[in-house]
């Protein structure tokens, strides 16, 4: 039986990027949507689970993306709705809105191979827009302290309340971008998730962060956020601190969005949102 990917996507043509995805993954026939609104969700929804019977609606999945994540958000909660996991008429689903949960994990997976999350004091640059918020979870989530930095300290302090919404144990603390350099000080990482092309972690700034272990980087686009890596620096150690910048992390994000996909398909009612990604990109080799 094919494997059918029923591609929904928040903007007018759907991704290229994540079509080449998951054909890569192995995916059979690509149904592919694009300027897709919640209000349409439910009868596409319903035009993949009253096809296939239970048994074989493993063969069925749904990929929500699009390069706004809270559209994608919200057609992620409307597609739920219209599940009916009472009868076995469901589909898995995943969403990966701006590439925001796969780019996340890859790049908490890639701290995790050189620290104890739980035992870790990181600063998350760029906290407040779709990358570094997922960013900050994952961290909270793993038991790290995370200082979270915005240009306005009040987006950084509701993001802190949004992610304690989800993770209550979690360990945060707004941050001023004003105040780099004081909130590096007794960081272990140093993850920048900043807009493309702004440096946000200057040279000048290393100085004073003696305890610096792991610098990321997601920006690929020049000026880099962190300055002194190279953006395909993976585990490069410079000065003693280990680098990756963003086509480093992008490597892992790649294998965990094709990870992802395949496992769609394992069985009709997986739905992969930051969490259940971090979990497979935890489990790669
Ligand atoms: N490697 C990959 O596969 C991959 C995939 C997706 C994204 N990315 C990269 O990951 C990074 C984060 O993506 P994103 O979509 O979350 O970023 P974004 O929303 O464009 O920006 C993240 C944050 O950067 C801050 N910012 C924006 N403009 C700024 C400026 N001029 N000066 C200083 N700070 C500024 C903003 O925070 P405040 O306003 O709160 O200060 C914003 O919330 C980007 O560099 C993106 O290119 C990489």
Request: proline share 4%; with cysteine; hydrophobic share 45%.
């Amino acid at each position: 039986m094919h494997k059918i990917l029923i591609q929904l996507d928040t903007d007018p043509h759907p991704s290229v990027f994540d079509r080449v995805v998951a054909i890569d993954a192995g995916v059979d026939q690509l149904f592919s949507y694009g300027g897709i609104k919640p209000e349409q969700v439910r009868d596409l929804i319903h035009g993949a689970i009253f096809t296939r019977g239970p048994k074989d609606l493993k063969n069925t999945a749904v990929f929500i993306g699009g390069s706004d994540v809270a559209a994608g958000e919200q057609l992620l909660a409307e597609a739920r709705k219209h599940l009916l996991p009472q009868f076995r008429l469901s589909v898995s689903l995943m969403l990966d809105s701006n590439g925001a949960n796969t780019t996340a994990a890859a790049a908490v997976r890639a701290a995790g191979r050189h620290l104890d999350l739980a035992q870790t004091k990181a600063l998350v640059l760029g906290g407040t827009g779709p990358v570094g918020q997922r960013v900050v979870q994952l961290l909270a989530r793993a038991g790290s302290h995370v200082r979270v930095s915005s240009r306005q300290i009040e987006r950084a302090a509701a993001v802190c309340e949004r992610i304690r919404r989800v993770v209550p144990e979690a360990r945060l603390e707004p941050v001023a971008a004003a105040d780099t350099v004081s909130a590096a000080a007794d960081r272990h990482l140093i993850l920048s998730a900043g807009a493309a092309g702004v440096v946000l972690f200057p040279a000048s700034a290393r100085a004073s962060a003696s305890n610096l272990k792991v610098l990321i980087d997601l920006n690929a686009v020049p000026p880099l956020g962190i300055e002194g890596i190279e953006v395909s620096d993976k585990a490069k150690e410079r000065d003693g601190v280990v680098c990756y910048g963003a086509i480093g992390v992008g490597e892992t994000k790649m294998k965990v969005h094709k990870e992802a996909i395949r496992r769609l398909f394992e069985s009709n009612d997986r739905v992969l949102d930051v969490a259940e990604i971090y979990q497979i990109a935890s489990e790669l080799p």
